[in-house]
Nanobody, 121 residues
Framework: QVQLVESGGDLVQPGGSLRLSCAAS????????TGWYRQTPGKLRELVAGISSGGSTNYADSVKGRFTISRDTAKKMVYLQMNSLKPEDTAVYYC???????????????WGQGTQVTVSS
């Protein structure tokens, strides 16, 4: 059993900051690419930021320069630092990861349950 649990979502004023965390737990041998996605009602889930096992990062154009993704492999944690938040950043944010559960198993993709971020005055 593998679980991804997000935390850190909150109500914040425009221009504020939040740090989201994602904790992976369970039977995990290796974690490969991880990412943060977000979704608003009636819209498709979109990639916000991704980080490879080697540390390469990529960002949606809408968050470049404001958001930073990082990971702590030893702790099985992924973070999303969000600065200069805008009302259009309001969404449910989901953690995603490619995980191998054992040396002989394949790599599967997992999602967390999501955490709500609301940017409003």
């Amino acid at each position: 059993q593998v679980q991804l649990v997000e935390s850190g979502g909150d109500l914040v004023q425009p221009g504020g900051s939040l740090r989201l965390s994602c904790a992976a737990s369970g039977s995990i041998f290796s974690i490969y690419a991880t990412g943060w996605y977000r979704q608003t009602p009636g819209k498709l889930r979109e990639l916000v930021a991704g980080i490879s096992s080697g540390g390469s990062t990529n960002y949606a154009d809408s968050v470049k320069g404001r958001f930073t993704i990082s990971r702590d492999t030893a702790k099985k944690m992924v973070y999303l630092q969000m600065n200069s938040l805008k009302p259009e950043d309001t969404a449910v944010y989901y953690c995603n990861a490619d995980i191998r559960r054992s040396p002989l198993s394949g790599v599967n993709n997992y999602w967390g349950q999501g955490t709500q971020v609301t940017v409003s005055s």
